[in-house]
């Protein structure tokens, strides 16, 4: 088992058994200071130290130090499964290469090569290896940190089913603060002269307390060396479920052009800086860059190279142009055209997460959104025009997000505010009349209210002196089932016009019933007019309904003279000697009494009709202020220049 501690002074990392691997690794650029090479066994340490990893890793019985406990995962070279370090006491994954894994050899060779690059690359987003050995049966294995966590494509999968729990776990500013760290553990792999060739959302993880690592470097290339050969599967038109071995290394999707291309000579650290992008992309529009359902379709859909903007791709996704820009300069078909390091990629993350904002870029886009809010308000007519002002509306917004001092942008803005249709959209519509029933349910109350005081009246109607019950009868009830009506509109919510045609009926019954008193034309036209200004105005009444009103009003004082002139009922008026004599058909008319009523009558016209009347003056007034300070703060939204008047 090799000691930890047993590295050579000069940091070089023998990696290979192959003799035709055995020698110093070709950089792509000089090394500076701090940077350490990783080197194959035979290169020139400087050390008169002996090679460590030159020597095969020895065979011992793991089951005395490692107790097995489960099975975590399964891959294309071996299995991982939990165990229990009896010597240190914690719990660790242990990595076993799968039996029967075509030339044993090969795959041997880069399972462990796969242990010591991830032993060597010494950064907190790279999985720390303890331990290498054979089990008894021959099988190499080597054991590392145990990681729980979430990866990002699990993270992506939530995301964009809307899971509420993964929304609230990882905003976007957390995911990009992971993948810029990400993109410093993989500069320090290039820095030390390992391509990973596999990045991946399934290779990226996020711990449960802030770590993030970067997973499976089973087919990482050392920079200069021979690639190990690779067990062939055929992946022509399969779905694609797992990283792709054979002529090409990676996943079909994530792959860089020149990986797609399989020109294994011409990869370099930008495929790993175009999986970066792609990783990026996937994070801010919840869809995979490359489109394909077989490896085929996914490597034509790569080499053909199409602009890596997730704007494009998810435009309700809200992806800042920064980034845009980021993913599409990431993910270039050329590697030169690339951010020249996963360290460039990471900076350009972190910049945008800094605040930093390119002022010209985001005019270019505000005139782009401002130029498409105006054809829009161009085409708004006729069936679509509610559709066309809405997505006016929607690119200004962005327009002046993207510029908020944007004149041009503001100008069009209030344009679209004074041009507003009179007639609102079906959905519009649905809510104010949904205002409309609240509001005249709570008229129904304050007029059955209103009407409950009329029966103030029925003491002093009994003490001037009763006529005829039958009157005094029919004027009651009218007033009953009224009151009874309308506080059933109110306590049920059944204020719709359908129920608030009866309650007018009812009302103006009620006026016609005050008619047996001095005749329909004393105090009967008066109670008229002023229920006639309440209900209108109480429950907004339009044309129709205005029309509605009026005819009861007329028909409470005109059918009881008319019933009158005709002989149907008591006459209530005489001419005599030039003179209207009042014949009243309900009650007596003592002459004190009677002259405490008519005042007591008119005065309660004057004090509930104001009042019912009032509650109605106070919405619309309470209405048109708030649409005023609706319209004010709107206008201190814009510049001075293009406000109304200005």
Request: overall charge negative; some cysteine.
């Amino acid at each position: 088992m090799q000691d930890p501690d047993s590295r050579s002074p000069s940091g070089t990392l023998p990696l290979e058994p192959d003799a035709d691997a055995a020698r110093t690794l070709v950089r792509e650029r000089p090394p500076t200071e701090g940077d350490t090479l990783l080197a194959h066994p035979g290169a020139d340490s400087g050390s008169s130290e002996p090679q460590v990893a030159d020597v095969e890793p020895m065979s011992f019985d793991p089951g005395q130090r490692y107790a097995d406990r489960k099975l975590l995962g399964e891959g294309g070279m071996g299995e991982v499964r939990l165990c229990a370090d009896r010597f240190v006491g914690r719990d660790v994954a242990m990595k076993i290469l799968r039996p029967g894994m075509g030339s044993q050899g090969s795959a041997h060779a880069r399972f462990l090569r796969e242990a010591r690059v991830q032993g060597q690359l010494e950064h907190p987003s790279v999985v720390p290896v303890y331990d290498i050995g054979r089990d008894t049966e021959g099988r190499a294995f080597f054991t590392m940190k145990r990681v729980k966590g979430h990866t990002l494509e699990e993270i992506v999968a939530g995301l964009a089913a809307k899971d509420e729990e993964m929304e609230r776990a990882y905003p976007r500013r957390k995911l990009l603060a992971a993948l810029s760290q990400a993109c410093l553990a993989v500069e320090l792999s290039h820095r030390r002269g390992v391509l990973h060739r596999d990045l991946k959302p399934a290779n990226v993880m996020l711990g449960d307390f802030g770590e993030v690592y970067v997973l499976d470097w089973g087919v990482a290339k050392i920079v200069g060396a021979a690639d190990l050969a690779l067990e062939a599967v055929d992946g022509g038109d399969a779905t694609i479920d797992r990283t792709q071995v054979g002529a090409l290394v990676g996943t079909p999707g994530y792959m860089a052009p020149e990986q797609a291309r399989g020109a294994s000579d011409a990869i370099g650290p930008a495929a790993d800086v175009y999986a970066l992008g792609a990783i990026l992309f996937e994070l801010l529009a919840l869809v995979p860059l490359r489109r394909g359902r077989t490896v085929t379709e996914l490597l034509v859909d790569t080499v053909r190279g199409e602009p890596a903007s997730p704007r494009v791709r998810a435009p309700d996704a809200d992806v800042p142009p920064e980034l845009d820009e980021v993913c599409i300069k990431a993910c270039a078909l050329e590697p030169e055209a690339r951010f020249p390091t996963a360290r460039a990629l990471g900076e350009a993350i972190e910049s945008y997460l800094s605040g930093e904002r390119d002022a010209e870029h985001r005019a270019a886009l505000a005139r782009e959104h401002i130029e498409r809010a105006r054809r829009a308000l161009e085409r708004a007519s006729g069936s679509i025009a509610d559709d066309e002002r809405a997505r006016a509306m929607r690119e200004l917004s962005r327009a002046l997000a993207l510029e908020p001092s944007n004149e041009e942008a503001a100008g069009l803005l209030m344009q679209w505010v004074v041009a507003m249709p009179s007639e609102l959209p079906p959905e519009a519509e649905a809510e104010i009349k949904e205002v409309e029933r609240r509001d005249r349910a709570q008229g129904a109350r304050r007029a059955a209210f209103g009407f409950l005081s009329w029966y103030l009246i029925t003491p002093l109607v009994l003490w001037m002196g009763v006529r005829d019950w039958k009157c005094v009868l029919w004027a009651e009830l009218a007033i009953t089932a009224f009151v009874l009506y309308a506080l059933w509109m109110w306590r049920t919510g059944k204020a719709g016009p359908e129920y608030m045609r009866w309650g007018i009926v009812l009302s103006f019954l009620v006026v016609s019933g005050t008619g047996f008193l001095l005749g329909p034309f004393v105090l009967t036209p008066a109670f008229a007019v002023g229920t006639m200004a309440v209900t209108a105005v109480g429950i907004r009444a339009n044309r129709n309904t205005r029309g509605l009103i009026l005819a009861l009003a007329l028909l409470s004082v005109f059918v009881p003279f008319g019933l009158q002139h005709f002989g149907v009922t008591a006459p209530s008026y005489a001419v005599q000697d030039g003179k209207i004599v009042l014949l009243p058909v309900m009650t007596e008319l003592p002459p004190t009494l009677t002259l405490w009523f008519v005042v007591l009558v008119v005065a309660a016209q004057f004090i509930i009709t104001m009042k019912l009347m009032g509650y109605g003056i106070e919405q619309l007034v309470r209405a048109e202020r708030q649409n005023f300070a609706q319209a004010w703060r709107l206008r201190q939204l814009l510049p001075s220049e293009s406000r109304p008047g200005g």
